[in-house]
């Protein structure tokens, strides 16, 4: 048993540091690789900028040739050089940090030689997706959607494949699709009505490709094919999906993404939703395959060869059953079976409508509101960017008592006015986007009203070269917390039970090792927060996991496998969409700010955020320590009082144990 449940926990701990690995070196350092760019002539500006950042010119014979390429979706953005000044054409659609870093080094590469300089916004991002994420977030919901499917498939029908697998995957990719479709769409206001039916299809097609695919491995590999799904498609291909704008990943990671199904898929509903479908082709062909390919498989397979049924009972011989109570018996049993199916299928479809809502709805119009903000007297610039930004702000004597404030974690800005120039003051290291927004409307404000106005970043502590935005605080949540409730679900597994005198010790030391791992991959290695941070992160890391595992362990001692479950649920459509992550909590709407601080990925965010950039200042650690402690009280008195528990088989904690690899938010 000792051995089993060794190998299990390292079986975990591989995942859990593959998920960092691949998550992190994926996308914390967002900067343009090898980025389609359009000229229509030479210039200065374009070879200075092309010596720091990593362009794909292509030279176009005027503007309009530069309009087409832009409308197909094959240009990030276009240089066009004018007598007396020259136009920057940036495309926000394909990428929000693309166009970010194509504005700022052509601004300042501009500035430097001297050369007027007009910036034009072609395919920009609407309110209701200002940051470009909604194909992104559209991902999520039909990627495990699609998984789920085929999982709780094989688990209803206890049958690797058979030929009617791929009708219901297909049927059931159908109904998701359009469940995600309505709630998306008109439900939520994603994307305008127009695009409904457009996207329809698309949804069907990636759905039924995920859930296909997984059940050909399922059925070529056995059990081992849903973690093989889990692996290539979540955390290898999620990884890679590029919704931040495939050139932003790393090279590598751009050509491994191309083989999986999310990069692709998220290609398609950008395309389809921002350049009229065009420059689609790739995607509908990759995707076709991966569906094709797995309907062919299951269907074949599942026709040809004598399909395995998993946890079957032996069935009996036949001179044990009278003939008459064949048919009665059969026909019994074909009724159970569809019940479970239905049972099943509708479980997959409730999660995906969960996973729709919750982290659309948090994250796809991501506006500040009541964001806390610092002013060294009144200035008439701050009245006029209330206008537009909400800011909740509080007055301070001196610009030393603001910065103070930023030092402890306080507000994310801070106005210094003075007679001749005022000054913005932005906090990088406490927002990826408040920055922007803050230097942008205080910009425009200081414009009309004539006024002076620099703006500087300040922070106590500088962001990690190799994560300029401040996201891997934000990326790292993930794997711990899915690392957490896998490794509570596997002991169950192989020992048969949620408690025992050893369970507590066990998941402790698991999370006192697996913080250190995540720790060595993420901040030794990929180097994602200063090395001299490496002890204080590794506890806060421990922390985290144990916290989540011993939740996941008294809710599977009361509830069984269903206690799996609910701590997918609670942990992952609830808790860490309310976390506010690199954007900050005033980006959140009402409902998910008010949840946030009572469940651990907020709380386990700013601890991390905090004590890596602000010295240990304003952390949530009290929170963390009760999610620890109560469960660990409640684990020990349930197993003193040797509690019932609900009875569990290796097949439905495998299953179980299944649904809890690939549910983590992707970005």
Not at 87 to 115: H, M, N, Q, Y
Not at 612 to 617: L, P, R, S, V
Request: glycine share 8%.
């Amino acid at each position: 048993m000792l051995k089993k449940a060794l190998a299990a926990l390292g079986i975990v701990l591989v995942l859990q540091c593959l998920f960092a690995l691949c998550l992190v070196s994926a996308l914390q350092l967002l900067v343009l690789r090898n980025t389609p760019f359009g000229v229509t002539g030479a210039s200065p500006v374009v070879n200075a900028v092309a010596s720091k950042v990593s362009l794909d010119t292509r030279s176009f014979a005027d503007k309009s040739a530069v309009m087409e390429a832009i409308g197909q979706s094959k240009l990030y953005g276009a240089y066009l050089p004018g007598q007396a000044s020259d136009t920057l054409i940036v495309v926000p659609a394909k990428s929000f940090f693309g166009r970010v870093e194509l504005e700022a080094a052509f601004g300042d590469a501009a500035k430097k030689l001297e050369r007027p300089l007009t910036v034009k916004t072609i395919k920009p991002l609407p309110k209701y997706d200002r940051l470009g994420g909604v194909s992104g977030l559209l991902l999520i919901p039909l990627l495990i959607g699609g998984y789920l499917a085929a999982v709780l498939l094989l688990k209803a029908t206890r049958t690797a494949a058979a030929p009617w697998h791929v009708a219901m995957l297909v049927g059931y990719a159908t109904v998701g699709a359009l469940l995600t479709d309505l709630i998306a769409g008109p439900g939520i206001g994603a994307y305008t009505s127009d695009h409904f039916w457009p996207l329809l299809p698309c949804f069907i097609l990636i759905a039924a490709s995920v859930a296909l695919a997984a059940a050909a491995f399922q059925r070529l590999i056995g059990p081992l094919g849903t973690l093989v799904v889990a692996t290539l498609f979540i955390i290898v291909g999620g990884s890679a999906a590029g919704g931040v704008g495939v050139t932003l990943l790393p090279d590598y990671w751009q050509h491994l993404g191309a083989l999986f199904p999310p990069q692709h898929a998220i290609t398609l509903v950008r395309n389809v939703i921002y350049f009229n479908g065009n420059n689609i082709t790739t995607p509908l062909i990759v995707l076709g395959l991966y569906a094709l390919g797995g309907g062919v498989i299951v269907g074949y397979l599942g026709r040809r060869r004598p399909v395995k049924l998993v946890g079957a009972p032996a069935s009996a011989d036949a001179s044990d059953t009278p003939d008459t109570a064949e048919a009665p018996a059969t026909q019994a049993a074909g009724s159970t079976a569809l019940v479970r199916i239905l049972i099943a299928l509708a479980i997959a479809a409730v999660m995906q409508c969960l996973f729709t809502v919750n982290y659309m709805s948090s994250a796809h119009e991501p506006v500040a509101t009541d964001m806390p903000f610092g002013a060294v007297g009144p200035s008439p610039l701050l009245a006029a960017t209330q206008r537009n930004l909400s800011l909740k702000v509080t007055q301070y004597p001196s610009e030393q008592a603001a910065k103070d404030a930023i030092d402890r974690a306080e507000i994310y800005g801070a106005l210094i006015p003075g007679p001749s120039l005022n000054t913005l003051l932005v906090v990088p290291t406490l927002s990826d986007v408040a920055p922007l927004d803050l230097a942008a409307n205080f910009e425009v404000a200081a414009k009309k009203l004539g006024q002076p106005l620099a703006v500087q970043q300040y922070a106590p502590h500088p962001l990690a070269k190799k994560d300029p935005f401040g996201l891997v605080p934000s990326l790292m949540l993930i794997p711990l917390m899915v690392g957490g409730y896998m490794a509570s679900t596997m002991l169950r597994a192989v020992t048969g039970s949620a408690t025992g005198r050893r369970r507590l010790t066990a998941i402790l030391g698991f999370s006192v090792l697996a913080g250190l791992l995540v720790d060595l991959v993420v901040g030794l290695w990929l180097r994602g927060y200063p090395l001299e941070k490496f002890w204080i992160v590794w506890p806060i890391l421990s922390l985290v996991i144990a916290g989540v595992a011993a939740v996941a362990a008294v809710l599977q001692k009361l509830l069984g496998a269903a206690g799996t479950l609910v701590t997918v649920v609670v942990v992952m459509l609830f808790a860490n969409p309310s976390s506010g992550g690199a954007n900050g909590v005033p980006y959140l709407p009402a409902f998910w700010t008010e949840l946030g601080p009572f469940l651990p990925p907020r709380n386990a965010y700013i601890l991390l955020r905090n004590t890596i950039y602000f010295d240990g200042h304003g952390t949530a650690l009290v929170v963390l320590l009760l999610y620890l402690a109560v469960p660990a009280i409640a684990l020990a008195l349930l197993d003193r009082f040797r509690t019932p528990e609900i009875p569990l088989t290796r097949e439905t904690e495998a299953e179980a144990t299944a649904l809890t690899v690939p549910v983590g938010g992707l970005p």
